[in-house]
């Protein structure tokens, strides 16, 4: 029988990871440097790229990264030009970079609208449309973007975090439905609420010690009665980046401790002394 876990091996690929100087960024990459893949990321400004390959260091990863704002087609195209050049054709882009803001819709202005859907659904288009050559002339790739709860829910105050992550479900479908001829697979990871900086905000203990509403609410909504860890997705990426995942195409894999299949209990009946964090 076939050594089938090498399925899962990603030796010899090269892995393009956006916005990956912290957070689930960060994760994704260093599951995929575990699993043999050379390290690509890109971040918004030099700090933060400083800050990621020191993170990197730290964790014995030779990564190569540079400044690339993903809505910006010109630096996309740069970046990837000189990654081809200087570590290897990218055989695999994940679509991790992201912004959030929470405003209600009625107070949202048009620019913060444009600024939250140019990153999170604009963005993955110019990255994949900047991969995709290369990857439709080798005759394989793997593009895997950063889907949500919110692809699927609505909730108050993410009118367009929703929007554009509902948008990416159906940009995976697309890329999918046009490029699967070549043997390019392109999924999507929806992860449920997962502890990052993105979401320090919503488990923030409240001035008299308490839990932060949202954090409660949430935890009622997860079988789990936790949030994820970033650890908790790295498996998942790995498996889509690698041939394990040849014939899944189109899909959104939820990663959510059980959020999207169940019904939730009411906030109050959560015992904090036993939620663990
Ligand atoms: P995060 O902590 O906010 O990290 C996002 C990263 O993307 C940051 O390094 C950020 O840099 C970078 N970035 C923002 N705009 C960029 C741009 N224009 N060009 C390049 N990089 C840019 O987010 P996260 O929690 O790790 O989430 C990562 C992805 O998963 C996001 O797409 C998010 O929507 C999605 N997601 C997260 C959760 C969750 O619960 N955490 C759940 C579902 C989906 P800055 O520091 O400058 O912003
Ligand atoms: C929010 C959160 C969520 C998470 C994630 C859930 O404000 O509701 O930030 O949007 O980031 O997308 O899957």
Not at 33 to 58: C, H, R, W
Not at 184 to 191: H, L, T
Not at 201 to 226: C, V, W
């Amino acid at each position: 029988m076939q050594d089938f876990l090498k399925n899962f091996s990603l030796e010899g690929k090269v892995a393009w990871v956006t916005g990956a100087s912290y957070g689930l960024g960060l994760a994704y990459a260093t599951a995929f440097a575990q699993s043999g893949a050379k390290i690509v990321f890109n971040d918004i400004n030099q700090e933060l790229v400083d800050k990621g390959m020191a993170e990197y260091k730290k964790l014995g990863i030779e990564a190569y990264g540079a400044v690339c704002d993903v809505t910006d087609e010109d630096m996309v195209k740069e970046f990837v030009s000189d990654v081809e050049k200087k570590v290897g054709t990218i055989d695999i882009l994940v679509n991790n970079a992201g912004i959030i803001k929470r405003i209600p819709m009625t107070e949202m202005t048009l620019e913060e609208w444009n600024q939250v859907i140019n990153v999170d659904l604009t963005g993955p288009f110019i990255c994949s449309k900047a991969v995709l050559p290369a990857m439709i002339k080798k005759g394989s790739g793997k593009i895997i973007n950063a889907c949500s709860m919110m692809s699927e829910f609505g909730r108050e105050t993410v009118s367009a975090y929703a929007a554009a992550k509902g948008g990416l479900k159906m940009l995976t479908r697309n890329i999918c439905s046009e490029y699967g001829q070549y043997n390019i697979q392109c999924n999507a990871i929806g992860p449920g609420y997962i502890a990052t900086p993105q979401t320090a905000p919503l488990r923030e203990k409240q001035p008299d010690g308490s839990m932060h509403p949202f954090d409660r609410f949430i935890r009622s909504k997860t079988p789990a009665q936790r949030w994820g860890k970033t650890e908790d997705l790295m498996g998942l990426a790995v498996f889509l980046a690698s041939p394990a995942s040849d014939f899944i195409n189109g899909q959104v894999v939820y990663i959510d401790g059980g959020i999207t299949a169940y019904i939730g209990q009411d906030p109050s009946n959560l015992d904090p002394s036993k939620l663990e964090d």
